[in-house]
């Protein structure tokens, strides 16, 4: 029995979708629920996995290509038995180089992208399946530090000139070697929305500081009780959610979003909380912030940060939200602009914890200080709602029992 494999059905907001790597060759043998194909879209990267135990039969839309919602990508032999590989299609998924192992398989895509860039697939590192080697192992080499790539010896610039593979390695005075790689659809679509951004809100961004001592020693206090009781670290963005939403109730303005020449307020708080991936930045949602306690966001925000760097959340948990908390503290940022995530009004970034004398009561005193930036549209929240939000939040922070009397 054949049976057509079609991409997953999207939602309103994806249009299409690229197919991203096929994980197994027509005549190879499949088992049910094994991963055949991965669909990379503006937000999610989707897996199609086989329906039953059979075979692939036949593959119609190629790595690279661009697809529709559950548009035909190859067909599918139920109970098929598995044929023997013809030496000439060993030889199209086997890397091409002379320098490369008979026993290293690679997908279409990067062998193609290897071929490019003049690479060995001895020195990549293969993470895909039975130690194939993927069109993303490819682009990681690519991003390797320069000295893991410099064993790979590069062409002359007469064969770059005369060689269509290598056309996209450009060459300078001094053999300076520039690499082409092509944008993916994720950083696509994140470049078009911040420049989207920028160009249709009024922008600006307020500042302060907060003395993040009492949070600190705070989580010294309980951090062991924590983990014996709810299993998962006690972090310092679950205090910054539970601020942030209590904050939000009292400035409604900040949790709103604008619709044309709507403004709409919420009734609820939805934070995204800003994850960084190879692929780009995703913004995953935690709904319904005020009913959540902060072991259920330290275990959210764990898991959303897990299956994002494996390309695993879904295109409904990142759509949404009233809010977004962006943390380049975690990449020793100082200080920073966040740039609005449209619809929403705002969004607040954190920053590295570094010590710096302070002024206490007329005395010099040494603290961990951490600067928050606020980037707001200014159609939607005046300016002084703007600093009373940042400074509800930083009395919240440097006294976190206000957190739980509500004051």
Same mark, same amino acid.
């Given at each position: 029995?054949?049976?057509?494999?079609?991409? =997953?059905?999207?939602?309103?907001?994806?249009?299409?979708?690229? *197919?991203?790597?096929?994980?197994?060759?027509?005549?190879?043998? /499949?088992?049910?629920?094994?991963?055949?194909? #991965?669909?990379?879209?503006?937000?999610?990267?989707?897996? *199609?996995?086989?329906?039953?135990?059979?075979? +692939?039969?036949?593959?119609?839309?190629?790595?690279?290509? *661009?697809?529709?919602?559950?548009?035909?990508?190859?067909?599918?032999?139920?109970?098929? *038995? @598995?044929?023997?590989?013809?030496?000439?299609?060993?030889?199209?998924?086997?890397?091409?180089?002379?320098?490369?192992?008979?026993?290293?398989?690679?997908?279409?895509?990067?062998?193609?992208?290897?071929?490019?860039?003049?690479?060995?697939?001895?020195?990549?590192?293969?993470?895909?399946?039975?130690?194939?080697?993927?069109?993303?192992? /490819?682009?990681?080499?690519?991003?390797?530090?320069?000295?893991? @790539?410099?064993?790979?010896?590069?062409?002359?610039?007469?064969?770059?000139?005369?060689?269509?593979?290598?056309?996209?390695?450009?060459?300078?005075?001094?053999?300076?070697?520039?690499?082409?790689?092509?944008?993916?659809?994720?950083?696509?679509?994140?470049?078009?929305? +911040?420049?989207?951004?920028?160009?249709? @809100? @009024?922008? +600006?961004?307020?500042?302060?500081?907060?003395?993040?001592?009492?949070?600190?020693?705070?989580?010294?206090?309980?951090?062991?009780?924590?983990?014996?009781?709810?299993?998962?670290?006690?972090?310092?963005?679950?205090?910054?959610?539970?601020?942030?939403?209590?904050?939000?109730?009292?400035?409604?303005?900040?949790?709103?979003? /604008?619709?044309?020449?709507?403004?709409?307020? &919420?009734?609820?708080? #939805?934070?995204?909380?800003?994850?960084?991936?190879?692929?780009?930045?995703?913004?995953?949602?935690?709904?319904?912030?005020?009913?959540?306690?902060?072991?259920?966001?330290?275990?959210?925000?764990?898991?959303?940060?897990?299956?994002?760097?494996?390309?695993?959340?879904?295109?409904?948990?990142?759509?949404?939200?009233?809010?977004?908390?962006?943390?380049?503290?975690?990449?020793?940022?100082?200080?920073?602009? =966040?740039?609005?995530?449209? =619809?929403?009004?705002?969004?607040?970034?954190?920053?590295?914890?570094?010590?710096?004398?302070?002024?206490?009561?007329?005395?010099?005193?040494?603290?961990?200080?951490?600067?928050?930036?606020?980037?707001?549209? &200014?159609?939607?929240?005046?300016?002084?709602?703007?600093?009373?939000?940042?400074?509800?939040?930083?009395?919240?922070?440097?006294?976190?029992?206000?957190?739980?009397?509500? /004051?």
């Amino acid at each position: 029995m054949t049976i057509e494999i079609k991409t =997953p059905t999207f939602p309103e907001s994806v249009a299409d979708g690229t *197919v991203a790597t096929w994980y197994k060759q027509p005549g190879e043998a /499949i088992s049910r629920d094994e991963l055949i194909v #991965d669909i990379e879209t503006d937000k999610v990267v989707l897996e *199609v996995v086989a329906p039953a135990d059979g075979v +692939l039969k036949e593959i119609v839309k190629q790595e690279g290509d *661009v697809v529709l919602s559950a548009e035909v990508l190859g067909f599918f032999e139920e109970g098929g *038995v @598995a044929e023997a590989v013809a030496p000439e299609a060993k030889e199209e998924v086997k890397a091409e180089s002379s320098e490369a192992s008979e026993d290293i398989i690679m997908s279409p895509a990067a062998r193609k992208l290897a071929q490019e860039n003049n690479i060995s697939a001895n020195d990549v590192a293969a993470t895909g399946k039975d130690g194939r080697v993927t069109k993303e192992d /490819i682009l990681n080499h690519l991003k390797a530090p320069k000295a893991e @790539a410099a064993p790979v010896a590069a062409p002359t610039q007469a064969a770059a000139k005369s060689s269509p593979a290598a056309a996209a390695v450009h060459f300078d005075a001094g053999d300076r070697i520039e690499k082409r790689v092509p944008m993916t659809r994720l950083r696509a679509t994140i470049a078009r929305r +911040l420049v989207s951004a920028q160009q249709n @809100a @009024a922008m +600006l961004t307020t500042y302060n500081e907060v003395n993040m001592k009492p949070i600190m020693e705070m989580r010294k206090k309980y951090q062991d009780r924590f983990v014996k009781a709810h299993g998962v670290k006690l972090g310092f963005m679950s205090f910054f959610v539970k601020a942030a939403t209590e904050a939000l109730k009292k400035f409604p303005a900040v949790n709103a979003s /604008i619709d044309g020449n709507d403004m709409i307020y &919420h009734g609820y708080q #939805d934070v995204g909380v800003a994850v960084s991936t190879e692929r780009g930045l995703v913004v995953p949602i935690l709904r319904d912030t005020d009913s959540m306690g902060l072991a259920e966001i330290e275990n959210s925000i764990g898991d959303f940060g897990v299956r994002a760097r494996d390309g695993k959340l879904g295109i409904d948990e990142m759509q949404g939200g009233t809010f977004t908390i962006s943390n380049g503290g975690t990449f020793g940022s100082l200080l920073s602009t =966040p740039i609005l995530n449209p =619809p929403q009004t705002a969004i607040m970034g954190m920053h590295k914890i570094q010590d710096r004398p302070m002024a206490v009561d007329g005395e010099v005193v040494i603290l961990p200080m951490m600067y928050l930036a606020l980037s707001y549209d &200014h159609r939607m929240i005046d300016g002084k709602e703007a600093v009373q939000f940042l400074v509800a939040i930083k009395d919240m922070l440097e006294d976190p029992a206000r957190l739980l009397l509500d /004051i």
